[in-house]
């Protein structure tokens, strides 16, 4: 018997200097699917950086990672229309139906890729894409909606609140959220039913890092917060500058900022020698840092699932986010391995916390090593997976089965 | 800082209650202006959006802004790493800084009054809105206790 046929839609392929948490969620979900058995195609662009969205890598078809990935190229796009409309949303300006659909017009879009859906939509079980506010995930979802399953990835943010947003929630046969709170943000914004909602998330491979080795290889003598990804006010990189800057000043301690990723760093002058930039380094020197930080920080309040933080607490190493992040917070509660901060005040008093007390930190990241080993072992997911698709696209029989 | 209820690693332990503990902690150094400070405020400038639901967020800021809005060209310290020098160098800035202080002391001291200027404004209008939404709440729950099957 042939096996079940998947498409995954995605406007990049994680790897290669595409980082975005929900791209790599998207292609390791992918991944795992093709390893379970399945047949997967991964539809994606050809397109390499979320702002131009240049069509850097050739139109081609590849086996790779155990799937078939279609690279499409993005159509031509008018970009000053789509900043002008994303700013007018941003402002909470009311866009008419027309406007909000031009504004994902000229986002990112592929032809090619939704000619490539009309013909083989019948042949697959479900098409899964995400995340919601790309003109990619959102045209192949309205186009199949009966076997669309929507990993939205959603975010607290104007653009969840826009009518067109109103209408993919409502269409697609399903969600798959990455966390409690993401989806009852779904239940808030869109009245989203139960019984097409499922949490899946993303399995974390396990590992062990050496918590000196970091440290050892960048001279660092004083101990360390770290954030690890895209470096951006909307992932909130200016608001922790601020702060480990504001801490250092106050507290007289002599504590260092390590950030690994990509991006600008706004940082005051006077933090910049306190500042580590690690820029993009190896997964293993990821993990090291991580395991070596006092604390991961994660100020960002749009999160739908936060796998950097997730692999902090792998890491041994405690959290300390942003209050406004639902996610976030459901995440440190749950694993009982990170503290919240709502403004600097809560911040200071928080890390000073932790550096004084080096025996609870070890143990908020024991706790959190095992709370990741046992919630998000591959295993658990893959489970959750099957079960999602199960209950919300039941294999169908063939036509050819029909009488 | 107080020690919070509930340690880790104890049974029951739960990290909610030593964030509300640690947060509790903080509302009352906030409340004793521990954290009026402009360093504090200056921090604070990135995180304002994430803030806009929060009601007690602006008169903290306020608080923050009226502690450094004056500022005293007089406390400023001058330093030098130099140790052999240092003494020589320090004496020599100040010459400059006291030579220059019939120019600087005016930039500064209309700097601070717009400044103050400013921060009246802020609080004023804080003030009034406060007032305002007062009175239109008062005015709301007249209405609906007239009205007792309309409003929600």
């Given at each position: 018997m042939a096996p079940e046929r998947l498409a995954f839609v995605c406007p990049r392929y994680a790897g290669g200097g595409a980082v975005g948490g929900a791209e790599t969620l998207l292609k390791n979900l992918a991944i795992r699917a093709a390893r379970l058995g399945f047949a997967v195609d991964f539809l994606t662009t050809c397109a390499q950086n979320h702002h131009t969205w240049e069509n850097t890598l050739p139109p081609q078809q590849v086996a790779r990672d155990g799937m078939n990935v279609h690279f499409f190229p993005v159509d031509e796009r008018d970009a000053p229309e789509y900043l002008r409309l994303q700013q007018a949303i941003d402002r909470g300006r009311e866009l008419t139906l027309e406007e909000e659909t031009r504004w994902l017009r000229n986002g990112v879009t592929s032809g090619p890729l939704m000619d490539h859906l009309a013909r083989h939509a019948p042949s697959y079980r479900a098409i899964i894409t995400g995340p919601y506010l790309f003109g990619l995930a959102w045209f192949a979802a309205m186009a199949h909606p009966d076997r669309t399953l929507l990993v939205?990835?959603?975010?607290?943010?104007?653009?969840?609140?826009?009518a067109v947003m109103r209408q993919l929630f409502n269409a697609v046969a399903g969600c798959l959220f990455n966390a409690n709170a993401e989806r009852e943000l779904a239940v808030e914004l869109f009245a989203f039913p139960d019984e097409r909602a499922r949490v899946v998330g993303m399995g974390l491979d396990p590992f062990t890092a050496d918590p000196a080795a970091f440290a050892a290889r960048h001279g660092l003598t004083a101990p360390y917060v770290l954030y690890s990804g895209r470096r951006e006010p909307l992932k909130g990189t200016p608001l922790l500058c601020d702060y480990v800057h504001a801490f250092r000043q106050r507290t007289r301690r002599d504590i260092k900022l390590v950030l690994t990723g990509s991006g600008p760093i706004e940082a005051p002058p006077a933090l910049r020698p306190h500042l580590l930039d690690a820029g993009f380094v190896s997964e293993q020197e990821k993990h090291e840092a991580m395991a070596g930080a006092a604390a991961f920080v994660h100020p960002s309040i749009n999160e739908s699932f936060g796998i950097v933080l997730l692999e902090a607490f792998l890491a041994g190493t405690p959290g300390l986010v942003h209050a406004q992040s639902r996610v976030l917070v459901e995440q440190c509660h749950a694993a009982q391995a990170g503290l919240w901060f709502r403004h600097y005040p809560d911040f200071e008093t928080q890390l000073a916390y932790l550096l004084d007390h080096p025996e609870a930190r070890a143990d908020l990241g024991k706790r959190g090593r095992d709370y990741v080993l046992r919630e998000y072992a591959w295993p658990v997911i893959e489970q959750k997976f099957v079960s999602a698709l199960d209950a919300l696209l039941p294999v169908r029989s063939s036509p050819a089965n029909n009488p | 800082m107080t020690t919070p209820i509930l340690s880790i690693g104890?049974?029951?332990?739960?990290v909610a209650q030593l964030v509300a503990d640690l947060q509790a902690a903080v509302d009352r150094k906030l409340a004793d202006g521990v954290y009026a400070d402009a360093r504090v405020a200056r921090a604070e400038h990135t995180n304002l959006v994430n803030l806009r639901?929060?009601?007690?967020f602006i008169g903290f800021y306020l608080t923050c802004l009226r502690e450094a809005v004056f500022i005293d060209i007089s406390d400023y310290e001058i330093h030098e790493r130099r140790r052999v020098l240092g003494p020589l160098l320090i004496a020599f800035k100040k010459v400059v800084w006291n030579l220059l202080k019939f120019y600087t002391y005016r930039l500064w001291s209309q700097q601070n009054q717009v400044n103050g200027l400013i921060v009246t404004a802020l609080e004023g209008m804080e003030d009034q809105t406060a007032r305002k939404l007062a009175a239109l709440e008062q005015r709301v729950a007249e209405l609906e206790a007239r009205n007792p099957g309309h409003g929600s």
């Open positions: 939205p990835c959603l975010h607290d943010e104007p653009f969840a609140r826009l | 104890a049974p029951g332990f739960d639901g929060s009601d007690d």
